[in-house]
């Protein structure tokens, strides 16, 4: 029997805010130490009251608008209660009868469209840390603000799951609401996979991965649950409704314990917060700063730069920006540029916090053009305008400085060329060419270019060259 996957895919997404959700303490705690940015709201002390960032409320409109999403003039907080180490209040605040984000959808670059139902703030819990026989609590995390982002059951394949997740980190960042950093949690991922028969009207029962942290592992997590699933129905058993964890070291997920229903988490509404209401002029001024997004610069260069360049410029939001400041005729050359050269650099992440300016970039490709620089020459003078030491310094002036800006005068180049011609180790190599011999012609290219100390145009100088010989 063939059998049809369904995928679901809840997002949390930290936002980066300069404080938490409901207190007024660091909220990037990347790098520092356990425990070191709490307050007495975090770890629950009696009597302490949340207090909301109203920061929070204009990235989740930025979100929201990021995604197509409708935004709420009035949503409510609630109480979602479990007992868990990492959670001192023994409740999660969050948004479950009236979110802020509506419906919306996300298009993948194929052109699918991936429905959302809605998404929601919240305050995140902590981390747990475990060893063999024992467990340390990292209270940092508690009640960084989330936006939990719940698709429709719109995908069928571990690679739209994959492109999916990919093009909601791309909107997230564009969009400037979080750091994006995988690594660190910014972005987590839960998986809900069901198969069910090809003709089948009711879907099968769902399997949940959690906290996924990769667009591979998402992937690869699908991959092995349709596989899974498919063995247990063809062997006659039943799918077990079930939270499960990912190994990216085994390849395999393994369950974890029985999926919680909504019921179980009795949800009431948060009594020590009121209702956020959000005026229609609010909501339009607050959507009207939502910079261009991925498919606004998929049409803006869809004839000028190759689908895989633009792909690979699409995950670096400072880059496609930049892009959009260059000058048409010169938007391919630096989109090559910074693929190829920039993005292959060590220090390319550091780079990115001091791109040059639009004119010297476009300065840069216009003098390749005219052949002033050369491939190699062009490559050297572009890593440069990214040192901080250069800042200030013109395109230009780095190519004059590096001693690299081409001869291109014919006059100039016609007398080193006859200077090269009059000397006598070039006799043979003259004769050579005249006698059909057109390899030698790189020989004495390199002669000119040695006496012009590397500064002559190399194609002008075979033209002049072909033309004395001929």
């Not at 936002?15 to 356990?34: I, M, Q, Y």
Request: aromatic content about 8%.
């Amino acid at each position: 029997m063939k059998y049809v996957s369904t995928i679901g895919i809840e997002c949390h997404v930290q936002l980066k805010t300069k404080t938490k959700l409901f207190s007024e303490v660091d909220n990037d705690a990347r790098g520092k130490e356990p425990n070191s940015c709490v307050s007495p709201v975090d770890y629950a002390l009696p009597g302490m009251l949340p207090r909301l960032n109203g920061e929070a409320i204009r990235m989740a409109i930025l979100a929201g608008r990021a995604m197509n999403c409708e935004i709420n003039p009035e949503s409510r907080f609630d109480r979602k209660h479990y007992f868990y180490p990492d959670s001192p209040k023994g409740y999660q605040i969050t948004q479950f009868y009236q979110p802020i984000i509506g419906a919306g959808y996300v298009e993948l670059p194929s052109g699918t469209k991936v429905r959302i139902e809605h998404a929601h703030l919240e305050g995140d819990a902590g981390k747990l840390t475990h060893f063999d026989s024992y467990s340390l609590v990292d209270l940092n995390r508690v009640d960084t603000p989330l936006i939990e982002i719940v698709s429709m059951p719109d995908i069928h394949s571990a690679k739209d799951a994959h492109d999916y997740c990919k093009e909601l980190w791309r909107l997230m960042r564009f969009a400037n609401v979080t750091y994006g950093d995988l690594y660190n949690g910014n972005m987590r991922f839960d998986v809900n996979i069901s198969l069910a028969p090809e003709d089948s009207q009711e879907l099968g029962t769902r399997a949940e991965v959690k906290n996924l942290n990769s667009f591979r592992s998402v992937e690869r997590a699908v991959e092995y649950e349709i596989k899974r699933q498919t063995k247990l129905l063809e062997a006659g058993k039943k799918v077990v409704q079930e939270t499960r964890g990912w190994s990216d070291d085994t390849g395999e997920t393994t369950g974890q314990r029985s999926k919680e229903e909504a019921k179980d988490y009795r949800y009431m509404p948060e009594p020590d917060l009121p209702p956020v209401r959000l005026s229609t002029e609010f909501i339009e001024a607050e959507s009207a700063k939502l910079p261009l997004m991925p498919a606004d610069y998929r049409q803006k260069f869809k004839d000028v730069i190759a689908d895989e360049i633009l792909e690979i410029l699409l995950d670096y939001p400072e880059l496609a920006s930049k892009l959009g400041e260059i000058d048409q005729k010169y938007v391919k050359n630096i989109a090559n540029l910074f693929t190829s050269v920039l993005l292959a650099e060590e220090k390319s992440a550091e780079y990115l916090n001091t791109l040059p300016t639009a004119n010297d970039l476009n300065e840069l490709a216009e003098m390749n053009s005219k052949k002033e620089l050369s491939s190699t020459a062009t490559k050297e003078v572009f890593l440069r305008l990214f040192d901080p030491q250069m800042k200030g310094h013109g395109t230009r002036q780095i190519a004059k400085e590096l001693g690299v800006i081409q001869e291109n005068d014919l006059g100039a180049l016609e007398k080193i060329v006859n200077t090269v011609l009059a000397k006598p180790e070039t006799q043979k190599a003259q004769s050579d060419f005249k006698a059909g011999e057109e390899k030698v012609i790189g020989f004495l290219v390199g002669q000119v270019m040695k006496e012009s100390h590397g500064k002559a145009n190399p194609s002008a100088v075979q033209e002049i060259l072909r033309k004395k010989l001929s």
